[in-house]
């Protein structure tokens, strides 16, 4: 209210009854503001998540196209799932291993 009074030159008294009509107004602006950047946040938060969804599934989907890929190699022939190791793929059962650069060149 000092600001107000310094800036205006008027009393605390009328720069008090002049201001007093428009606290609701300014209220129900700020209330419409926070609800307007609360639903862009939660608008945010749901791209966000959509984003880590559309990453995971391809991800999963490129897991399993490498594990068809090296299924179909017969490089275990076990038939062991694979998992990502090092430079390449090892099977489960430990005993085999397919570099990258083989399964690129065996899905050529």
Do not use: I
Request: net charge negative; charged share 35%.
């Amino acid at each position: 209210m000092s600001q107000v009074v310094e800036a205006t030159g008027l009393t605390e008294a009328k720069a008090h009854e002049m201001l007093k009509p428009q606290v609701h107004r300014v209220l129900g602006a700020m209330r419409e503001a926070v609800q307007q950047e609360e639903a862009r946040l939660e608008e945010e938060r749901r791209l966000l998540e959509e984003a880590r969804l559309e990453e995971l599934r391809r991800k999963q989907e490129e897991h399993r196209r490498v594990q068809e890929a090296l299924q179909r190699c017969r490089a275990c022939p076990m038939g062991f799932s694979w998992y990502q190791c090092g430079g390449g793929w090892r099977c489960t059962g430990g005993s085999h291993f397919m570099s990258d650069e083989q399964l690129r060149s065996w899905n050529e």
